[in-house]
């Protein structure tokens, strides 16, 4: 009985394996199409942002900017002797190109994007190509070969961390999503950034909230190719004829890619 339930793990993790990279590949297709720099999908799902952004946020970025330059002219004015102050025709020319940016900030955005946009169509457009399953017979043969371990218990140990794997990849997705809905968020929010331009006192929020979104941007970018890079690792892995040692390795470098997409934040911040 025990070839038998052999046979059976065997065949459950062949199954497995190739419902698995079946559905990481509609999955990772999805995400790259949907969570690209394009927002149509923020859009439509909170179709209430682009009331909230003529109506609220934009007049807030106006009520911002203009608030500044009264603060600013007046501490010029009757500000103590000694306080530094800025000069009120330079702090007037400033406000007013604040102003222009806030006017423009969605057309603004929107043309980023797009341009953004190209790099992205250039990741998402490469094939990712995984090895036929034909090899299973070879890979069991492999592990086992010269370990003296009952294949069985490869094959349960190999179908526990196909597990493990395919659970770091779902965690990543919720990463992915929520980097997409951050940049939905630094996209209609940018006249709130623009309205603190129009002073030196406060333009380094602006300069932040650039960084920010450039950074966002990058993230994107970097989402669609470490989703092209792990179907590319998984589907290799689970088709290839890997020793134990190499399998097992190769197993927690594909976990550990998947950590370091969750901290690509941290790491991309570190850098500015």
């Known amino acids: 009985m025990g070839w038998l339930l052999e046979l059976l793990v065997e065949g459950i993790r062949e199954m497995l394996s190739q419902f698995v990279i079946d559905m990481m590949t509609l999955v990772t297709d999805m995400f790259t199409e949907l969570l690209s720099c394009d927002l149509s999908l923020f859009e439509e799902l909170f179709s209430v942002v682009g009331d909230l952004y003529k109506n609220v946020v934009l007049p807030m970025g106006i ?12 501490k010029s004015m009757f500000g103590k002797a000694g ?5 009120p025709i330079e702090l007037v020319c400033r406000t007013g190109i604040s102003l222009f940016f806030i006017v423009a900030a969605k ?19 490469i094939d990712v190509e995984v090895s036929s399953f034909s090899e ?30 395919a659970w770091n990849y779902f965690k990543m997705l919720f990463v992915i999503a ?26 380094n929020i602006l300069a932040s909230w650039a960084k920010m979104f450039g950074g966002q941007i990058i993230l994107i970018l ?35 890619f998947c950590k370091v997409t969750f901290k690509l934040d941290s790491y991309l911040s570190s850098l500015v």
């Open 222 to 256: 970097l989402n669609s190719w470490c989703l092209k890079m792990f179907l590319s690792g998984y589907g290799n892995l689970n088709a290839s004829a890997y020793g134990f040692t190499k399998f097992f390795v190769a197993t927690l470098c594909l976990v550990g």
């Open 136 to 165: 299973y017979v070879s890979v069991l043969e492999g592990l086992t070969g010269g370990l003296g371990i009952d294949s069985l218990n490869i094959a349960i140990l190999m179908l526990i961390m196909q597990f493990v794997v």
């Open 83 to 87: 306080v530094a102050s800025e000069d």
């Open 178 to 203: 929520e980097r997409y809905v951050l940049l939905g968020v630094f996209s209609y929010t940018a006249p709130l950034a623009f309205g603190t331009g129009g002073s030196k006192a406060t333009n």
């Open 107 to 125: 057309p603004l955005v929107d043309y980023i994007l797009v341009v953004a946009g190209t790099p992205y169509q250039w990741i998402t457009g």
């Open 63 to 74: 009520a911002l900017l203009l608030l500044i330059c009264v603060w600013q002219l007046f």
